[in-house]
């Protein structure tokens, strides 16, 4: 069975900084792509950043420059460090694994980890 189990949110100020990481266990083939998404109470859950097993890197407009994915292939963890935060970052972060078996796509879902930038 897939688990992903997030760590690192919490509360900061704004400028500050957060690393979010996410230990995926369970996973039979490497994932394809690892990546964080956030959702906030009344919008749609959106894509901060993603990463393809060939280290391919995606960011959304918001956070570029700021936010940066990465990844432990060995461990399957995804990485997310987040600098400059603002207030506009306060959300739910959850992580996602999306893995191919044979010909079929499978994502699974972290919890979520609250994050909350004060002003």
């Known amino acids: 069975q897939v688990q992903l189990v997030e760590s690192g949110g919490g509360l900061v100020q704004t400028g500050g900084s957060l690393r979010l990481s996410c230990a995926a266990s369970?996973?039979?083939?490497?994932?394809?792509?690892m990546g964080w998404y956030r959702h906030v109470p009344g919008k749609q859950r959106e894509l901060v950043a993603s990463?393809?097993?060939?280290?391919?890197?995606n960011y959304a407009d918001s956070v570029k420059g700021r936010f940066t994915i990465s990844r432990d292939s060995v461990k399957n963890t995804v990485y997310l460090q987040m600098t400059g935060l603002k207030p506009e970052d306060t959300a739910v972060y959850y992580c996602?694994?999306?893995?191919?078996?044979?010909?079929?796509?499978?994502?699974?879902w972290g919890q979520g980890t609250q994050v909350t930038v004060s002003s």
């Open positions: 996602n694994v999306h893995i191919v078996v044979v010909t079929t796509g499978y994502h699974y």
């Open positions: 369970g996973i039979i083939s490497s994932p394809n792509a």
């Open positions: 990463i393809t097993r060939s280290g391919s890197t």
